[in-house]
């Protein structure tokens, strides 16, 4: 299943998530952060960690974001549904029915928690870094570059706060150039 399900949700993800992913690494998010702190001089960092994020997973909605994503194979979906509610023995004989949460140690559960956080990903990233700064077309000389003099004056008119976020699993870091920003 996850050699089916991976190729499909990997062209969905966001360059800014780095956790569980192919060819991706906790080295990879550092490597982000550090361009952030070190080029875009943002050296204030709002630091996010979502407790108990593995178990409280609704699943309700990651099958609604699962379905979203293009996995519509309903086969498929009942499957990974009845594995997400399989019963669960504890070591006392106690038998507990999950209703919400991911198996720790399942093979499909790093995958299905990029799933569920990857609209976060895109939601974050629609709010500071995917805004339009006024017509930057205006500022691309004929050669193709960017007149970057421009093209941060056109940013800074219009009002938004630049921010960047890198995630790895359930830890964000939002990256902010001053202190007022990172506190709001």
């Not at 875009?40 to 409280?56: A, C, T």
Request: aromatic share 10%; with cysteine; hydrophobic share 40%.
């Amino acid at each position: 299943m996850l050699q089916i399900l991976e190729p499909i949700c990997e062209a969905k993800f966001s360059d800014r998530s780095n956790g569980f992913r192919p060819n991706r690494s906790a080295e990879h998010a550092i490597a982000q952060a550090y361009a952030f702190m070190q080029k875009s001089h943002l050296h204030y960092v709002v630091d996010i960690d979502i407790k108990g994020f593995f178990d409280n997973v609704s699943h309700s909605k990651l099958m609604k974001q699962m379905w979203n994503m293009g996995i519509q194979d309903k086969k498929l979906l009942c499957v990974i549904k009845e594995m997400l509610k399989a019963p669960i023995v504890l070591p006392n004989g106690e038998t507990i029915y999950p209703q919400k949460g991911t198996p720790q140690g399942g093979i499909l559960s790093p995958l299905l928690s990029n799933i569920v956080l990857n609209e976060l990903d895109w939601w974050i990233a629609s709010q500071w870094e995917k805004q339009p700064a006024h017509n930057i077309r205006d500022h691309i000389t004929k050669t193709g570059a960017t007149h970057r003099g421009r093209a941060y004056d056109a940013f800074r008119k219009s009002g938004l706060k630049e921010m960047h976020m890198v995630r790895y699993a359930d830890d964000f870091k939002i990256f902010c150039s001053n202190r007022k920003d990172a506190k709001r």
